[in-house]
């Protein structure tokens, strides 16, 4: 049996190499990019499913890693297809390689007209409003910016520093756990990091290879660094504040308590005091958490019975308040709640990009979470609506495409509740 599932299972794999090197060497068309991408998903789903009931020795993982990582260095020299971010990225990168705030003025405006170009920012998005990023991300699009100026290739070398980062940290916390090594493939070959990172170059790669560091580097009992780490996440995007009170909790001691809030947060206001004193991305922050809607379970189930977006907003808000508290008070292991968090946060939140999933994707190498292996699949298919964007210019989410990702996916997650999957000890067992 364990032959058949591993002949399966090379199979898949082969057909993964296939399609991401045929979509290298193919006509780059976010038609055939949607196409690779929800194929490679099923693909995905199929290889992780047989993974799970075969044995590999550690020669074939560490190959399949080398290979699967050394596919992604050809796309570094790729233009983003499925997501326009990267304009935004660079312009920002290049305000702030010329010694100007980046939260100060609007790409349009007119007091940056002289580093206008024919591409910048003449491809970003919603040039009228200031950026959104956060200042570790603003040092990171200028140190990218310095690498390859007016393109992404500085942008990817950057990634791939942070894929391999969280590569070892994965190692490194399956060790910790003695959790059987093939599991780390569960993330080595996920379709969601080629698509969403090595070609669209999002920053969020970054901030989660931080946060993974961080609870790494937390379980090993290097909390020090651990906080210092989370703090900088926190400073690529805010989401690591979530695991703040979960560290008090977690902590005994009084002393221990309050470094484990004061650490990172002084950390992520020390990123902040080059910007403080001239402008901030506080009220693009605002406008982007009370106005965008994309993707959202719970935010479209409420939005069948309530129109008013502030009112949708709220309810999920109160829906997610209650189930942080949940999570917060239950006995159960502490990177499960992590993970949990992270994942819960995807499906109550009104805005969900296939790059945000990165944030508990990152887990799944230790927690095996079928309904999170479901969900990095299937969200491939919101790509649909990024085609339909692209050839005739209209943003529209699909009733069925919400319906095929989340439906499933609540099944699957319920059945892992009822089956304690979640509830039991994180070990090599579960």
Known sequence: MNKNNKKIFFASLLLL????????????????????FILSSLIYLVAVIVLIKTDLSKAQIISVLLIFFSIKTLFISIEPIGSDDYYRYLWDGKVQA??????????????????????????????????IYFPVSQFLFTLAYRISGENAIGLKIILFLAE???LISLYYLLKHFLIDLKYILIYAIIPLVFFQFFIDA?????????????VCLYFYNKKFLSYILLGLSISVKPIGLLLIPFLFRNELKNKEKLKS????????????????FTATPLDTLINFTTNWTFNGMVYNVINIFFSDNLIVRILCGMLFLLVFIFLLTTNIDFLKKVFLLLFLLMLFSPVVHPWYLIWFAVFLPVIKSYSGIYFVSAISLTSITVV???TIGVWQESPLILVVEYLPLTLIFLYELLKERFWSKTTANL
């Not at 190499?17 to 690779?36: A, D, M, R, V």
């Not at 100060?104 to 920012?121: G, I, K, R, T, V």
């Not at 999002?202 to 961080?214: E, R």
């Open 261 to 276: 809030v004061f650490i990172p947060i002084i950390v992520f206001i020390i990123t902040f005091l080059p910007y403080v």
């Open 17 to 36: 190499i296939l399609i991401y090197t045929s979509f290298y060497f193919s006509g780059k068309s976010i038609q055939n990019y949607s196409f690779s």
């Open 202 to 214: 999002h920053i969020d790669l970054v901030g989660t290879a931080l946060l993974l560091i961080s």
């Open 98 to 131: 010329s010694g100007i705030n980046p939260f100060q003025y609007a790409p349009e405006d007119l007091n940056l007209s002289f580093l206008h170009s024919d591409l910048l920012p003449e491809k970003v998005r919603y040039p009228q409003i200031r950026t």
């Open 388 to 390: 339909t964007f692209q």
């Open 164 to 166: 391999l980062l969280i």
